[in-house]
């Protein structure tokens, strides 16, 4: 008989660590809370520690592990560890108007300390070669030796229309691992953003900045599991729900940033058995909203901002208010404010109901009889004193506050059930005029429940001419790469189905031009060996 299988989710938040241990039924074995630690690596530690005493599993059994973490996020918005980087963008005799780096915050730049090279090539929007078919080598290696007489550690390489053909960026980089020795580390845009070169150019710059940071923070977490004696493989969890392997990890960490609040929504519909729903992630200081739509969080359709700098990589639509259980509640020329500032990851000492002085969102919810704490030294007689109408108007400023969230994330009037997660949850009453709430069993992990039940994806964007090439076709072969992506990316191939797919034709293009963005998702399969596909 084959002995039974577990896996293990991790979400590293700025409070707390969440570790979950899961079995192949997906059902929840043991959880825990521990505080994220200076050194992420022992905050880890400590969680699986905690959720392997309650297990009792052995760690064999362990299929594999999957986290979610905020290293690359946290390197760009405090400007630290960053590796050096030098831009190559191949566009001339085009693309020379503005210059990499436009508009770039002067202290980024100065973090990663960034230069700029120009190189001939790249395309037209249908393939055809700007500047020849194949790249100078003369060209490249003087610009490669001046990128190696500035000490660069990182190269972020982008091409005019190179979502169409890569052939360039590939060329260049096997020439930069020929002159500068293959462990030299090297982003391709093609492989991280869409089009639009700008902001797939800055998403390739950031993804080279913060390489770095990934592999050393791969290579702690892989030390924190090893400690356990668990060698299994290693997922990250990355921007919309899906996940990637560790290998993929390192060398497209950017990919990871918005893999926090995309968690919590993957494990809230987990959790709730909901495809289509607002969840709501309410934490110790801040409030998530988004919106899941066919089981996955919808993404935004606008540019997303990172550390100041405009990209294009898929982000969750969120809206994030300023509210959580250490929201500090204060009245202002008569009126009852709830946050923005907190007390945070202090709450069991600042606030009232735990002996302190603070008046938080916690203690609103305690006094009202919505929210109820067992903690020794949480004592609700503590809050006696407070006026039961001014108990009142706070509790319901707190639920419009919530309730405005979910109404402003909606894009049509259809009602839909909202799913409260995270600790904070506990500040909104189980029954609210004309809204559907849920609050699901192990509603305080779901982030770490969504790492580690999320899917294995695959993705094509890119430009199809329809020349020679039929729209059926043409939608066949994004399908069939979608799906095989995901498959090597490890999901199951009996399970791997087309979740998502958008065509827009390019009218502004001559000729017949449609763009085609395709997703596939499935299940990773246990004992899944992803090495071959990272190659």
């Known amino acids: 008989m084959t002995a039974k299988q577990y896996k293990i989710g991790i979400d590293v938040g700025g409070t707390n660590t969440d570790v979950v241990i899961l079995d192949e039924a997906n059902q929840v074995v043991a959880s825990v809370k521990s505080a994220t630690t200076l050194d992420v690596q022992e905050g880890i530690f400590n969680g699986i520690q905690s959720v392997l005493a309650q297990s009792k599993i052995d760690t064999g059994q362990i299929a594999y592990v999957s986290l979610g973490t905020t290293h690359a996020?946290?390197?760009?918005?405090?400007?630290?560890?960053?590796?050096?980087?030098?831009v190559v963008r191949i566009c001339l005799p085009a693309g020379k108007g503005v210059p990499p780096l436009t508009d770039w915050h002067a202290d980024l730049m100065e973090a990663m300390g960034a230069t700029s090279y120009f190189l001939h090539g790249g395309f037209e929007f249908d393939g055809r070669p700007l500047a020849g078919k194949h790249l100078d080598r003369k060209e490249c290696e003087a610009v490669l030796e001046q990128i190696k007489a500035a000490g660069a550690e990182s190269i972020a390489v982008s091409s005019i229309f190179s979502p169409v053909n890569a052939s360039h960026e590939q060329e260049f980089a096997e020439i930069a691992r020929e002159v500068l020795g293959p462990d030299i580390a090297i982003t391709l845009s093609s492989e991280i953003g869409s089009l639009s070169l700008l902001?797939?150019?800055n998403s390739t710059v950031l993804n080279a900045s913060v390489v770095g940071v990934a592999r050393r923070a791969a290579e702690g977490l892989t030390e924190a599991l090893e400690r356990f004696g668990i060698k299994t493989k290693l997922f990250f969890a990355q921007n919309d729900g899906t996940l990637m392997a560790l290998d993929y990890a390192i060398r497209?960490?950017?990919?990871?940033?918005?893999?926090g609040p995309t968690n919590s929504l993957r494990g809230a519909a987990f959790l709730s058995g909901m495809k289509d729903c607002i969840v709501a992630d309410i934490g110790g200081t801040s409030t998530d909203v988004g919106i899941m739509v066919n089981g996955f969080p919808r993404q935004s359709a606008v540019a997303v901002e990172v550390g100041g700098v405009l990209t294009n990589f898929r982000m969750p639509d969120l809206i994030s208010i300023g509210l959580g259980g250490g929201s500090i509640v204060t009245v202002e020329d008569g009126e009852i404010r709830i946050g923005p500032d907190?007390?945070?990851?202090?709450?069991?000492?600042?606030?009232?109901?735990?002996?302190?002085?603070?008046l938080t969102a916690t203690d609103i919810a305690i006094a009202a009889g919505v929210a109820r704490i067992d903690a020794p030294n949480c004592d609700p007689s503590r809050l006696a004193h407070l006026d039961p109408e001014f108990v009142k108007q706070a509790m319901e400023q707190i639920v419009n506050l919530v309730a405005g969230a979910c109404d402003r994330i909606k894009t049509s009037t259809a009602p839909l059930p909202v799913v409260l997660v995270g600790g904070g949850s506990l500040l909104v009453p189980s029954h609210v005029p004309g809204m559907e709430m849920i609050r699901p069993e192990n509603f305080g992990c779901a982030n770490a429940i969504g790492a580690a039940t999320a899917d294995a994806s695959g993705e094509v964007d890119a430009l199809w001419s329809l020349v020679d090439t039929s729209r059926d076709e043409a939608i066949?072969?994004?399908?069939?790469?979608?799906?095989?992506?995901?498959?090597?990316?490890?999901?199951?191939?009996?399970?791997?189905?087309?979740?998502?797919?958008?065509?827009?034709?390019l009218t502004y293009l001559p000729g017949n031009v449609i763009r085609i963005k395709v997703k596939a998702a499935g299940p990773l399969r246990f004992g899944v060996n992803t090495d071959c596909a990272l190659q």
């Open 73 to 86: 996020t946290n390197a760009i918005i405090r400007r630290k560890l960053l590796s050096s980087v030098a």
């Open 199 to 201: 902001e797939r150019e």
């Open 252 to 259: 497209y960490p950017i990919l990871t940033i918005g893999s």
């Open 342 to 358: 907190s007390v945070g990851y202090e709450i069991t000492k600042k606030a009232v109901c735990f002996g302190g002085d603070t």
């Open 476 to 505: 066949r072969q994004a399908r069939e790469q979608a799906v095989q992506k995901a498959i090597e990316m490890g999901a199951d191939p009996g399970a791997t189905e087309i979740v998502d797919m958008e065509l827009v034709p």
